[in-house]
């Protein structure tokens, strides 16, 4: 999709309907702005409905101060201006009050953007800007005043968080990429303590290089192609709706008949992606004119030595995550339905998917289908695209239900001997 090619209106609603779809604000609650060309500021209204914004709610005020549109501008637009004056550089303002982020501005305290390490380059450096009245000139001070020192990411005490970026889209990818590693941290705090990544190891991620493959032209797509292509593109979607992905994390792959695999591409919006935007790697060449994953040679190194994997999927949920970001160990025999689909889970340190693809995919087996990277990822394969998917929402599932079983009481795992009669009874 060619966000930028949508009317600031439209970016606007589709916006704040993803962010109200999702939980993270309110029917009164959140207001997002976008500066236009021409230096108009066009921002969500005052007092309407977040979860039934049309384009023709959305209020414009021009550079001359001008405001048209039927309804009242946001009450924050003061401190919108106030940003886009000291900041030229952003175009797009995003507010809101998703309850991850309000129980860190409670407690006064900023997400760890260093458990995983692709937040801190998402997010860049995030500050915390003192509590005032909503619309009130000081609160408008206190922020811009943060974003005047260079932060594209301040929390609000009391409040919630706001981002800034170059447009809405990429303001949008802050906070909700925010939002999931205050989540993977609260969850992590429930399960041990939180391990956090040295700036020498989160360049090492950030620097990940792309997979140099020779491009190649597709003359032919066949029926399987066509059919793989419009599945992946169904579960990619779910999976964000299940909140198992955000915007551009979480790395579908899928093999064809003929040895080659499809897989998503990098840094597309995962809610939005087509079956033309999936990318197909054969013989060790990329479909020309596109991007694959940067993990593409750790999945091609899977489907090399194990012909029976049929689909793998590197995801980054943030129950599981709670555990990849910790020492504690996960441990699968909670309901016979979770040893069954993900049996033995190994743990690899972290970084071993980028340093070393053949050893991690040699650490897949069949009792062993799932891998937790430490601080990164987690690995998932299976026969067929819907058998994956199928295990990581098991394994998201069964951590959810492990932390939440901490605040009842100890847990009891399935024991040694119920293990075996699970195996005899499933054949495993």
Known sequence: MRFDLLHPADQLVMIMNRIY??????TSGGNLSIRDANGDIW??????????LTRNDIMRVTKDGEIIGPHKPSVELPFHRDIYRLRPDLNAILHAHPPTLVAFSLARKIPNTRLVPSVSQICGEVSMAKYEVPGSEKLGEYLS???????????????????GAKDLFHAFMAFETLDFCGRIEIDARKVG?????TQTQINLDTSKAHPPLDAFVARQISSEECAARRDMCQLIHRA???????????TFS???????????PYYMDRKYLEPEDIVRIKNGMCEEGKTPSRSTLLHQAIYDRHPEIGSVIVAHPPAIMAFACTDAEFDSRTIPESYINLRNVKRLPYASSTLDPEGTADALSETSPVLIVSNQCVIVS??????????LEVLDYSAKAIIAAKDIGPLVMITPDEVKDIEKAFNL
């Open 21 to 26: 779809q999702y939980g993270m604000t309110t």
């Open 240 to 250: 964000y709706d299940q909140r198992l992905f955000n915007s551009t994390q979480g």
């Open 43 to 52: 921002i969500t209204p005052s007092s309407i409905d977040k979860g039934s």
């Open 382 to 391: 299976g026969s067929t695209l819907l058998n994956a998917f199928d295990r």
């Open 145 to 163: 005043g943060e974003f005047a020192k260079g932060y594209n990411t301040v929390m609000m005490e009391n409040h919630g968080v706001c981002c």
């Open 254 to 264: 899928q093999r064809l008949s003929d040895g080659s695999f499809l897989i998503t």
């Open 193 to 197: 303590t939180p391990n956090e990544l």
